[in-house]
């Protein structure tokens, strides 16, 4: 269905009357090359990976921020392509904590094997640049746009979006083989999104896929303990959108919108609505409990869509109008209300679907809207108290082209930051570590990788272990950790 609205929406334009502070820019990057930029990963050397939406949509592209640490002015630099059978286009996604990046199936398919729903995936190793495919759980017909997660352990768990009863596997990353999960699953997994919890459970909202029922308000946990779900109760406001054609004859879209988890301990969860405002919720995690949520505006909505958590605890989100609609509205929840921020050059033609969001190592938010216009968000906000890392470093003098293990606390921060819910997931919940030589300025980020958690609102201890660049400039300077656009102080070392 999105796919058709994509050959359409450019060509539309919707006036948006609603006002908009002011204190939020976006910039365009530089140096973008002629792609349309679509999904967006952050590896765990600060660098961006993203993938070219056009062709067959097996090429993908390396965003490497300046010598002076910003996005803006980064290079681009083209990565192996997938295999030339799988070019997928809304799949699931994730970072490993090994530091490689593994996509999942495909509600379409552009590669020569062609085909929508399908079972195929890979996994990118930066290292070698290189493009390994994985073989799909047994017993699968489809994984497609199916939602996924990286649990508190580190494992990465998907679903299959159309299989029912439904289908969850976990990844064995070393070998490359699946074990079945997620047994008592209310509905499949289209159009639902799977939200990490402080504790390792794992909320979604359920869309009703063939469950329909026009009043369903269903929400279910995971417990990776007995690899169960259970129903837990029901939303104060549907979330999904069950309306069909506004009282006519028609097939309900199922969609619905984001949700973050926020510092604070609630997840703002998002809905779409074809006839009307879309619906906001707001779950309180200690206590278990839902309130309802403000509505949008107008008739927005976010029937897909992304959402970023801001370093200063605000959730920056994409709407538009109806199912799909042209005209896309941005905004920030502050923890009490919706208030609206500039959009992007693209927004009067933009559909809420075509956005992706990733909070950067600076605390900015990345956007992509498969086009060439690549814009970085910058938020006056200062960071959320409580949420800096810390690090434990036993000594004062590194070497270039070292290797060793990082101790501190706080390395995942208060959440995976970024959602979106089926179609791609891009979480960012693990540390990044930059250093800076303190007589030019010049910023060099490390390589993480093989921490010993992916737990979110974890206070530690924690470790990872860091590559040093061996490249970078010797002499003093400073090394700073960084979760979910968070900074740690700025640790005093040297470099030889």
Same mark, same amino acid.
């Given at each position: 269905?999105?796919?058709?609205?994509?050959?359409?929406?450019?060509?539309?334009?919707?006036?948006?009357?609603?006002?908009?502070?002011?204190?939020?820019?976006?910039?365009?990057?530089?140096?973008?090359?002629?792609?349309?930029?679509?999904?967006?990963?952050?590896?765990?050397?600060?660098?961006?990976?993203?993938?070219?939406?056009?062709?067959?949509?097996?090429?993908?592209?390396?965003?490497?921020?300046?010598?002076?640490?910003?996005?803006?002015?980064?290079?681009?630099?083209?990565?192996?392509?997938?295999?030339?059978?799988?070019?997928?286009?809304?799949?699931?996604?994730?970072?490993?904590?090994?530091?490689?990046?593994?996509?999942?199936?495909?509600?379409?398919?552009?590669?020569?094997?062609?085909?929508?729903?399908?079972?195929?995936?890979?996994?990118?190793?930066?290292?070698?640049?290189?493009?390994?495919?994985?073989?799909?759980?047994?017993?699968?017909?489809?994984?497609?746009?199916?939602?996924?997660?990286?649990?508190?352990?580190?494992?990465?768990?998907?679903?299959?979006?159309?299989?029912?009863?439904?289908?969850?596997?976990?990844?064995?990353?070393?070998?490359?083989?699946?074990?079945?999960?997620?047994?008592?699953?209310?509905?499949?997994?289209?159009?639902?999104?799977?939200?990490?919890?402080?504790?390792?459970?794992?909320?979604?909202?359920?869309?009703?896929?063939?469950?329909?029922?026009?009043?369903?308000?269903?929400?279910?946990?995971?417990?990776?303990?007995?690899?169960?779900?259970?129903?837990?109760?029901?939303?104060?406001?549907?979330?999904?959108?069950?309306? =069909?054609?506004?009282?006519?004859? @028609?097939?309900?879209?199922?969609?619905? #919108? *984001? &949700?973050? $988890?926020? !510092? /604070? %301990?609630? +997840?703002?969860?998002?809905?779409?609505?074809?006839?009307?405002?879309?619906?906001?919720?707001?779950?309180?995690?200690?206590?278990?409990?839902?309130? =309802?949520?403000?509505?949008?505006? @107008?008739?927005?909505?976010?029937?897909? #869509? *992304? &959402?970023? $958590?801001? !370093? /200063? %605890?605000? +959730?920056?989100?994409?709407?538009?109008?109806?199912?799909?609609?042209?005209?896309?509205?941005?905004?920030?929840?502050?923890?009490?209300?919706?208030?609206?921020?500039?959009?992007?050059?693209?927004?009067?033609?933009?559909?809420?679907?075509?956005?992706?969001?990733?909070?950067?190592?600076?605390?900015?938010?990345?956007?992509?809207?498969?086009?060439?216009?690549?814009?970085?968000?910058?938020?006056?906000?200062?960071?959320?108290?409580?949420?800096?890392?810390?690090?434990?470093?036993?000594?004062?003098?590194?070497?270039?082209?070292?290797?060793?293990?990082?101790?501190?606390?706080?390395?995942?921060?208060?959440?995976?930051?970024?959602?979106?819910?089926?179609?791609?997931?891009?979480?960012?919940?693990?540390?990044?570590?930059?250093?800076?030589?303190?007589?030019?300025?010049?910023?060099?980020?490390?390589?993480?990788?093989?921490?010993?958690?992916?737990?979110?609102?974890?206070?530690?201890?924690?470790?990872?272990?860091?590559?040093?660049?061996?490249?970078?400039?010797?002499?003093?300077?400073?090394?700073?950790?960084?979760?979910?656009?968070?900074?740690?102080?700025?640790?005093?070392?040297?470099?030889?």
């Amino acid at each position: 269905m999105k796919l058709l609205r994509m050959l359409g929406f450019a060509a539309l334009v919707l006036c948006v009357a609603f006002g908009a502070a002011s204190a939020q820019t976006w910039t365009p990057a530089n140096n973008v090359p002629n792609i349309s930029a679509g999904p967006i990963l952050l590896l765990t050397d600060g660098s961006v990976l993203v993938q070219d939406s056009s062709g067959n949509y097996g090429n993908w592209w390396k965003l490497t921020p300046s010598i002076n640490g910003d996005y803006v002015n980064g290079s681009w630099t083209q990565l192996a392509s997938l295999p030339s059978t799988y070019g997928p286009l809304y799949f699931g996604s994730a970072v490993l904590p090994d530091g490689r990046v593994i996509i999942e199936g495909g509600e379409y398919n552009y590669g020569s094997a062609g085909g929508s729903e399908v079972k195929l995936g890979a996994i990118y190793d930066p290292i070698a640049n290189a493009w390994t495919s994985v073989n799909p759980p047994s017993g699968w017909n489809t994984i497609g746009d199916g939602a996924s997660v990286i649990l508190t352990n580190g494992t990465y768990m998907q679903g299959s979006c159309c299989d029912n009863p439904p289908h969850a596997a976990l990844l064995n990353a070393k070998t490359l083989t699946w074990t079945a999960t997620g047994s008592g699953k209310f509905d499949p997994y289209v159009e639902e999104g799977l939200t990490l919890l402080p504790g390792g459970m794992v909320l979604d909202v359920d869309a009703y896929y063939e469950h329909y029922d026009p009043t369903g308000m269903n929400y279910e946990l995971y417990n990776p303990g007995s690899g169960t779900w259970s129903v837990a109760g029901s939303t104060p406001v549907q979330l999904w959108d069950s309306s =069909a054609n506004c009282g006519g004859a @028609g097939k309900a879209s199922y969609e619905l #919108g *984001p &949700a973050v $988890l926020r !510092p /604070d %301990g609630t +997840v703002y969860a998002t809905g779409a609505n074809r006839c009307a405002a879309g619906h906001t919720a707001v779950y309180n995690v200690s206590a278990g409990t839902w309130t =309802a949520g403000p509505d949008f505006p @107008g008739n927005l909505d976010i029937a897909d #869509g *992304p &959402a970023a $958590l801001l !370093p /200063d %605890g605000n +959730v920056l989100m994409m709407t538009g109008p109806g199912i799909f609609g042209p005209g896309a509205v941005f905004f920030e929840w502050d923890g009490s209300k919706l208030n609206q921020v500039p959009g992007v050059p693209n927004s009067p033609s933009d559909p809420s679907f075509v956005g992706h969001m990733l909070v950067l190592p600076t605390g900015q938010v990345l956007f992509t809207d498969f086009s060439n216009d690549v814009e970085i968000y910058t938020s006056p906000g200062s960071p959320y108290p409580g949420l800096a890392p810390s690090a434990l470093l036993q000594t004062a003098v590194l070497a270039r082209g070292s290797s060793f293990t990082l101790f501190g606390f706080k390395f995942n921060g208060a959440s995976q930051a970024n959602a979106y819910g089926d179609d791609f997931q891009d979480a960012t919940n693990y540390p990044i570590v930059r250093i800076t030589n303190k007589a030019t300025g010049h910023v060099f980020y490390c390589r993480t990788h093989d921490h010993n958690t992916m737990a979110v609102g974890y206070n530690g201890p924690a470790y990872t272990h860091l590559d040093i660049p061996a490249n970078m400039e010797t002499g003093a300077s400073y090394l700073e950790v960084v979760a979910n656009g968070i900074a740690s102080q700025k640790y005093q070392i040297g470099i030889e």
